[in-house]
């Protein structure tokens, strides 16, 4: 099963997972951040990001400013002329892209602005940093429908808090709680 292939086949979990994530920001749990950081690990040793890409595919990344005139820069456009060929303004003033797939991405998957890409792109999809409860809302709640790797690290989670009752987490806990069909298999 590759990466996209999962997604779908857990779309009927998406509910109890999104349930659980926004029960996770009150819950009581010590050692989260170590846990979730070595799913993170254990997510990338089984996705190959070029073998997926649906981040690129379906989402826009959010640029900061400096991202638009360091890619501007880098592609011999203004700041405006950048702007008006690829951006538009959302509802908040974030600038997004106007379209998707992003206009970046090559046949190949891979970025054709990679050493300049938005910081966005750079730290997707944030399940790598610490404060996982802080990104719940914003992001890892949305993006369980779109990151096989946010997916896995939540499904891991769950599986360990609700299935297996554990409240004292472990970096350790990645290894010694076996994944028993939770999380992306390969
Ligand atoms: S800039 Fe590159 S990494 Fe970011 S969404 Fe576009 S193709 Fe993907
Ligand atoms: S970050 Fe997530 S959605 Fe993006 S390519 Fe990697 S696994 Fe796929």
Redesign the pocket.
Known sequence: MN?KEYLKSKKKKYPTYTTFLRGLIQRKVRGLDSLAIALNKEAFKK?D?LE?????TVMSPTYKKSDVKRIAKHLGMSFEQYYDKYLYKDEIGDYMNRKTPCQFLKADKKCSIYPVRPDDCRG??HTQNKDFKLYISGTHKQNIA?????LHVVERLHQIIIEKGERNLTAKMATTIKPEGAGYQG
Request: a neutral charge.
């Open positions: 990466p996705i990001c997926c890409a649906n981040c690129c997707f999809p779109y990151c096989p790797a946010t």
